[in-house]
């Protein structure tokens, strides 16, 4: 009945975003008219027992403990990386080496130098990749953009983003990999987000003034002593963009209370618009055509007319959930694969988010403003 | 590899709420832990291309254009009704009579009495049923039940609760089946919701005093002409519950630029909680423990200590989907098959729901309260 | 200095609708250009004590325990009445029989019947009349009316109305005036507001159907024993407007957390306006005029363009207070004595108010539709 | 009758801030109990004409066009200036020399050092001097900060402050004081209230990170040509605070569609803080003692427990107006000349704001932190 070819996927990682991509590809298989169908090949985990246990839970057709052998392995197509920052270049590199689609979890890797490498062997290998930044695949995002450029905000003049959450604000909670200087801290893991969003948003960054702080100085090291943290707990960054506009990013992982503060406010010589991931299926509008006396944000709700959501639900405001923009995500690579659009956020877009990762960090212990090339 | 039994499910229907189910089984497949592993076997519609490229599309092993012959199939475990309403009663009676299980879409028939057929010939017939209201499968709905059971808002006093929306708004939208007398309707529509809403939170109502108007009388007949609409545009009705509260609920297809207006607001002698499925992952208490001074409304977000919340996302505040909430009502029915917990909202339940409908339609006609009994 | 006229005020009462007055009072003459000079001249309480020391609190220049003799003084123009509402009318009478402009608090009488007698003897003595229904006085209601007469709503078909609060809300609260049938209870009360909000907006209704309900039955007597409550906690309404819209109103003085929730939703063929007190200086609007896909309810604060805004700031998006919603109140009245305007909200809108009410507990009490004469 | 002295006030400017002083020192006259009458002795403008027309709209004693005069008259305690800022340090230091107390609008002076000498000049003088920045004067501010304090959020961690509007979005409104760079721009004009608002509630700030940017580059001159605009649209700063908190703010005067986002968030180690003046009368407060699955930002609406609202209204959720900040900005600068409390914000809070913006430009023009002394 399948007259579709078949993409072979194998996942290293069964952990949080290990889940969230098997969610993803299981309803963008079933929401999109996508050019293959997905196949669950392969699962690898260092744990061979979390490997099968993941298999079964999640269907998928294989699993093993080496994912050395996943990558070889002909019968595998696509490599999607969901393991530890840490092995993301090492694995990316091996997969494209075999010739493997590959698509990785954010943050590509520690340095905007192993980005970089990394895309460059995808290009030179002319394999398709991905990096991540789910946020970004958004029907409201994608209305902001098409607002933005189809200049219903005028020129744009200045930019606000947030990324703030509060899982690191109990200094009782243990140093992990993400406290290690090698990749970690709230620029990376959150921050990177809010300069996607911007750079989607407002197009590139041209120069950064950073500035980088350490709230909680050392955490439990899990074996009854401590751990000096080197990484930065909050940082916020002054931008300059191409267009001219000026800007703003904070990244924040001890902001208490929050769980999803995702925010930006793009401001324009004739609008406005204002978004929260917190409540991630409405945008506000403020637009200078409307009549005197009748202006005011607007806010406009997810619905059929913001592609892709008609995909989801024929009927507006009814809500698309965190593994649905997963779902988007999965679908746009895809496509990519199958040649129809351009990759929406390969290892080029993602070497791009860590190089201002890296340059915000540069100049905020050099203090200065800092060149993005 | 599959160690669980299959549960071989039959859908009706290929439409809206027919995709919704697929996505639903499908999520709930990935996402819980399920006592069963759940087939797409069979897809009908009376349409044969139609339910072939359905097929197609969503991974079905079969197809078909007569619903009776997939009902009487031996390989058919659970027969899922998303038929227009007119057809629930037949189809649900054969599949009963079939001894499958049955999942029907709400509204369960067109009247009370109808409703009380079908939930008598499941329990004669031994199978479990389900209607679909999945507004209740919210982790903020059990979350507010958990919280007026435990007391945190004392006495319950008062209720509000609204359905709008404004998909009717339109006096240009032809006359449908919803506008049919025979289970028409926005108090059948999006009322049955909202009382369902009440009595999930509030507990069973016992009077009612309804109020039902028309405000588009006539439609276009799709020929050319028009159609008189005898249906009701808003409905409200006043409440008196069991519990000695008192409150309203008003149903509402006109209600221009509303989406998703499904609200409630409930009044005790400590506190208070509002809500409305516009930001449905957002619950708002008021407490009156809290300190002098210090009181408001809350907005709790929901998070993994909100089950099943947690087999989404690991992380707070990432939001579901309106088809995650499918998922979670798919997970309730699937378990009640197995055994493991009653059935979340059967026929009996979709049976009350109308019985209630019923009895406001009345109320609006004779001008006076009346008993639910 | 001064070549104005003075209107020479003598207030009864120096509880907070006293003190609410004299503060729009005061305001009210450094604010707009009115057409007299406010004299404080005499101000009025049982209790001589507390009166005089009123009068040098509020700088009025005389005092008395004795309104009769004031309300006959020929150094009084206006006769401001903020005494409990039992003793509205014999005061209103009695300043109207001396020729006096007379400004009473809501309600205006506790029967339809007292009110239309206050009416009838206001419009035979010559004398303009106020009653205090200071919500109406709201920039942004004055706008949504204007919205609504020019259409930009297009035909109103839906209207729902709330006015709840809490204050009565603990059964510890002791018997009150307040619940004394004889003109207390929350629809009284509250639902004044409520009903006079909504034919300020959306015309005269024309019937009404009433749903009354007592939650706490019995309060303190202040003297170690109970009190029977006689009167409404809750009441709501279904309503008929002269054009052809139905819509509801709720009064609530028990909801636990609710300090100011005055709210309304109006419901057009075009568009919609929504609006709750808790924010008053906002106005919701949601017009099918905007473009598919940039639709929503924009969120129109208050600025200059809404006249008198402007009187009080120049700047947009400062807010009010509400006392400056009593200082729009007094302008009003001022300038209708000057002949300048209407009445804004004369006895005879008073006795409308009495009687919308009256009805509906006639309702509840005969359980059926009432016309409103 | 009256008892209490009289302070007698001289006004200079009858402008925006010069009426929103009337209004504040007619409100404070009548909703405290101040420890003195206060007398609108007397008002100056440049233009008699225009200083007669305010002295009757206004009901002040007299009027003149000679600033001097009017310091030097005995018959004047109070000097009030609203003048453009370029007029503050002469008038003020003429008002101190003539033993007069002085109330002067923010900002105090173009640069700090103008502003030392002014406070320096009121310290030696023995007067008593109030900057006027009346955001500060919330009865949600000091409940703010009461919670601060009381350690209610815990260790103070991170804050974050914008103030934006929109007011110079237009690219054709003219060029103005407000463009001189001796004293203009947005940090000056805007920021200065962000800055203020941050060491309110968090206290001193030790080290500035500046970033100023002009968007709008010339602007007409109103004779045809066009005139260089030297300040800054927006300016951004990293704060350090002296207990060890990082921060920031933002100004920003060309923000489309903002019209009074004064905003903060404070995060601590126990909860936080979010407020916006555009909502004046709400504070969220999210705290971590809240039980789990209950925990959320809660909206507390300002009442009677949170003083001095009682004085305005005994009702909760009421609101105040800009113009009742304002008036409560009048007694705390009445109660302290009368010495029964310190200033609230005498000349050296306004001279320490000034060092702040001053600090803030050296560090933008010179791209590194700088110490504030």
Redesign the interface.
Known sequence: ???KPALRIGLIGTG?MGK?H??GI??A???F?LPYRLELACIADVSESLARRA?????FSGWTDDWRTMIDDPEIDLVDITAPNAFHKEMALAAIAAGKHVYCEKPLAPSAEDAAEMAAAAQAGGVKTQVGFNYLCNPMFT?ARE?ITAGE?GEI??Y?G?HA?D?M?D?ESPWTWRHDPAGGGALSDLGSHALATAEFLAGPVVQV?G?S?T?IRERPDGQGGTRKVEVD??T?A?LRFEN?A?G?V?A?W???????QHEF?V??????LAFSQ???SELR??S?N?P??????????A?P??APYGR?????????????LKAIEVQGFVEAIAGSRPEPFGFAAGQRIQLLVDRIHDSARD???VDVA
Chains 1, 2, 3, 4 share one sequence.
């Open positions: 009945m399948h007259s949080f969230s098997v969610f299981t309803v298989e079933r929401v008219d298999a079964e839970t999640f269907d209305c607002m905000l003049r200045c606000r947030v959450e899982y604000s200094p003034l500035d702080f709230v707990d909050v916020r002054s001219g000026t703003s904070e924040n001890i902001a208490t209370g929050r769980k999803m406010e401001y324009g010589s004739k609008g406005a917190e409540r991630f509008f403020y200078m409307d005197t006396g009748r202006q005011g944000f607007r806010t406009i709700v619905g007319e913001h989801f639900c024929v009927a507006p405001g009814h809500q698309l959930g965190f593994n649905d203090h200065g403003w």
